[in-house]
């Protein structure tokens, strides 16, 4: 590990992934468009998408498990691109976990090793099996552990070969969702530890944010956005980012004035959105989408209107539906600037008023107002999550 | 049964147990009824055979005056010590023949199973079409293919194969029938199907990522296959060189149509003890041992091979 990191320390690359102008192509289906993409070394780095987005692809071209139709892979300062999956100094955690079957716990975790030459390999995989907690299973066959044990022999496997990077295709995916949250702290435990570049493909937003340091969400075969996590819910640059991460509701709205804040109305009132947090096509004036995060939205009744501070965009609208959720309460709430607006309030002081067909004010702090282009899908990204569950 | 008098004494309380039982014996019996047809098969057409089988071979006498069984196991040996070369030959070809079909039929099978995509459907019926051709009819092709004057005896002579196989015992002189060689070609050819599909089902049933996590795991194509796919494909060799070795090394009609009088196998010997010597015991006794042999050698390979041992 250290002479590796020494070694590639001379070169700007450094120990990343890099990714430049990968596409892949079956026939006349594109998979993935040519995309850039560096991961920087050590790094919990998700690539975040619906099924057939190109997140696997993209992952299993890094493996050298696919190859790619155009374009170059460097782990490092070395070209990867054209070396078999066997002579690549990354592993895999496979969304099927693809244990060997015939083989126990501890000889599956030791085949790459053994594949290397390397013959002492017990003081190793006793340690591998101590990092994942199955030091009493290391006898038994895969088939004898449960989904969540299997999934940890995974990673000890690819782990222990200390690979460059780790990719790891929908490792949780088979798992109960109580299980999934636990491994998910546990994976995030084991890279804090090892310190290894982490690929990590999902569906779930909920796991890439929690997970990640870096997300790229993917649609269509191309990567949408990439940032930290909260820097992609904060700012989303498309509708697809901004629904498929978490909701948002988007209002369409036309711009007033341009300035340090952008004017825009809709449904009659003005909204005012900070200039840094618009798309480039925003500031340019005309149609845009206006959006706000359910939970930056305070409910208030419209008899209390006068009380709420100035400078605050409001909206007025009807509640149609509530559902107390326990920790907060969500609500619908159609208004003329939009239907089905969503907010959800946390339950502090409950108000009795805030019923279904109360007439209400939904006010914001305006700096957390974001404007996109008009000119995409309202819904992009909308379905897919809920197909995910 | 203490439970059921227990509720009969009761009264109607708790009426649903004899309710929920009276299905449960009919589904228990269930498994008996579908074993009934097979059992009476085996029954009637190997156990039976078997005891009279049996009993013939510890009989002495003659076809004018009858046999009687006598519990003369002097047969056996007699029986052994006579024919241990028509023994040794049979192992020996059946054998050979498993082997070549397993080298012939593994690539095939691996082919089939992973690289033939929509062709896979046509190959598997190419492998078992032999079979709308009778067994005989077969064999006495490989008569003319390995006629004196065939295309593939006038090839593998004028590529001096002929050369070595004579220099080897497998072959005499120019000719190819009559000799091992003609024997065992038939032996393999006819026992081919038979260890294909076995080993086409299990290559089938290995899951493809398998493969793609052992060349993640810097396995190379040929360590994959030598400490992935080999293995877990050994139900299939198992299973394969036992359904071709055991009717192999019991089989007559190869070295019969193809061979001569020297590479007799020991199922000739049988063929002949029972249908023209007509002495009984000996045939018996014969067929005793074989199986005996074929039982204790298949035992020690699947000890071996350790199958029970695969998922």
Known sequence: MTDKTAHTGKNTGGGDVRLTGISKAYGSFTAVHPLDLTVPQGSFFALLGASGCGKTTTLRMIAGLEDPSTGTIFLGDKDVTDLPPYKRPVNTVFQSYALFPHMDISENIAFGLRRRGIKSVKKQVDDMLELVQLGDKARHKPHQLSGGQQQRVAVARALINHPQVLLLDEPLGALDLKLRRQMQLELKRIQTEVGITFVHVTHDQEEAMTMADQVAVMNGGRVEQLGAPADLYENPQTTFVANFLGTSNLIEAEVLETGSDVVVTAGGGKLRVPGDRCTSAVRQGGKVLVGVRPEKISLAHADDAGSIADGRNRVTGRIVDSSFIGVSTQYVVNSPAGAELQVYEQNIERDARLRPGAEVVLHWNPAHTFGLDAAQDIDAGVETVEDAG | ?311
């Not at chain 2, 593994?106 to 459907?121: H, S």
């Not at chain 2, 050369?163 to 000719?175: A, K, M, N, P, Q």
């Not at chain 2, 036992?242 to 009717?247: A, D, K, Q």
């Not at chain 2, 045939?283 to 298949?298: E, H, Q, W």
Request: net charge neutral; charged share 15%; proline share 5%.
């Open chain 2, 1 to 311: 049964m203490s439970t059921t008098t227990l509720t009969k004494k009761e009264g109607a309380a708790p009426v649903e147990e004899p309710v929920l039982r009276k299905p449960s014996t009919r589904k228990r019996l269930v498994p008996y009824w579908l074993l009934l047809p097979g059992i009476i098969w085996l029954l009637v057409f190997f156990a039976l055979p078997l005891v009279y089988q049996a009993s013939t071979s510890v009989q002495t006498g003659s076809l004018e005056q009858g046999f009687q069984v006598t519990w003369h196991f002097q047969t056996y040996w007699d029986a052994f010590t006579e024919y241990w070369p028509q023994f040794v030959r049979s192992l020996l070809y059946a054998g050979t023949a498993t082997l070549l079909c397993l080298l012939l039929g593994y690539p095939l099978a691996y082919l089939i199973a992973f690289k033939a995509g929509r062709w896979r459907n046509l190959l598997l019926v190419l492998v078992i079409a032999p079979f709308f051709t009778s067994f005989l009819i077969r064999t006495l092709a490989w008569k003319t293919i390995l006629a004196d004057d065939s295309l593939v005896v006038d090839v593998l002579n004028a590529l001096h194969v002929l050369d070595v196989t004579s220099w080897l015992g497998w072959t005499e002189g120019e000719r190819v029938l009559a000799t091992p060689m003609a024997v065992v070609c038939g032996l393999t050819y006819n026992f081919l199907p038979f260890m294909i599909l076995p080993l086409y089902t299990s290559l089938e049933r290995i899951d493809g990522r398998l493969h793609e996590a052992a060349q993640d795991l810097y396995a190379s194509p040929a360590t994959t296959f030598r400490k992935v796919t080999f293995p877990l494909s050994m139900p299939g060799v198992v299973s394969g060189t036992l359904l071709t070795f055991i009717p192999a090394s019991g089989d007559y009609v190869n070295a019969e149509l193809l061979g001569s009088t020297d590479t007799k196998m020991v199922g000739n010997v049988i063929q002949s003890q029972f249908l023209r010597v007509l002495d009984y015991p000996t045939a018996a006794a014969l067929s005793f041992i074989l199986m005996a042999i074929v039982l204790v050698m298949v035992t020690v390979y699947i000890r071996r091979a350790g199958t029970e041992d695969l998922v």
